[in-house]
C-alpha cells in the first residue's frame, strides 16, 4: 500500500509541476506603436497682414523728393513703426512738369525682406534686397530720405530694367565715381552755354530710372549773354544715351 500511494503522489505531483506551457504576452504599447502611422509635419505660416494707402498726387522739391506733411515716406514710417503690418503698398502720384504725373508704388513684405519702389506706368521696379524691418527702424530713426541709403543699412540694389530695355530707353548714363559727374550732360550744357569755358559743376544727383527716362539733377555755374555770373540747378531727361530734356 506505502508502495502505491507513492507512485500516485509522484503522479500527482508531475501534473503540477513547472513543465506547464505559459501562454505568450503581448506588451499593449508594443502593439500600439506597431499600429501607428507616420506623421509628416508641414511648414506653416501665420496669416499676413495687409496695409494700404493711397495718397494722389505730390508736388516734387528740387532734389525730386516728395514734398507735404503726408508723403510716401512718412506713410511707409507709420506702417514700419506700427508693428502691424506684414505687407506694405502705397500708392501716389509726383506732379508732372510735361503733362502727365508719375505714378509711383511703394512695395515692402516683411517675410520676404524686400522693399520695391516701382514707376507704375511702366512696371520698373529698383528693388531692394534683405531690409529688416529693424533696418528700415534705423533708416527712419536717422531720417534718411532716398532708399539708395538702404544699402547701408544690409540691403542689396537690384534694378530691373528689362521693360525700360524693351521701351527703348537706352544704357544707364556713365557716372563718375569720383565726382558723380555724368559725361552725357556736361557735354549736353556746354554746347547750348554762352561761355562754354565759364562752366563750374557744383553738385550731381545720383541717376535714377524715372517711367521712360534716366533723370539725374546738376547744380552748375556760368556766365550768361551779358557776363554776369548765374547758377542753375536743373533735371536732365535722358533717353538712348541722349539728353531730350529738362526741367
Partial sequence: MKKVA???????????????????????????????????????????????????????????????????????????????????????????????????????????????????????????KNISVQALKAFFKKKEKSFYSLEEYGGKYDFNNREMTNNAVGPKPEQSDFDGSVKIVEEYIKSNAKDKNSIKYLEWSKVIPSDEFWVVRCKYEGNNSFGAKTTENTWFYIKNSKVVKMK
Avoid at 9 to 21: Q, S
Avoid at 46 to 54: I, L, R
Fill in 6 to 128: 507513492l507512485i500516485l503522489t509522484v503522479i500527482i505531483l508531475a501534473g503540477c509541476g513547472g513543465n506547464k506551457e505559459v501562454p505568450k504576452q503581448t506588451s499593449k504599447s508594443n502593439e500600439g506603436i506597431q499600429q501607428e502611422q507616420k506623421v509628416e509635419v508641414q511648414s506653416e505660416f501665420p496669416p499676413e497682414t495687409n496695409c494700404k494707402a493711397d495718397l494722389g498726387t505730390l508736388k516734387m522739391n528740387v532734389n525730386g523728393e516728395s514734398q507735404g506733411k503726408r508723403t510716401e515716406m512718412t506713410e511707409l514710417k507709420k506702417f514700419i513703426f506700427s508693428d502691424t503690418c506684414d505687407n506694405i503698398e502705397i500708392h501716389y502720384e509726383l506732379k508732372g512738369s510735361y503733362g502727365d504725373n508719375i505714378g509711383k508704388k511703394i512695395v515692402y513684405s516683411k517675410r520676404r525682406r524686400m522693399l520695391q519702389d516701382i514707376s507704375t506706368k511702366y512696371n520698373v521696379k529698383e528693388e531692394y
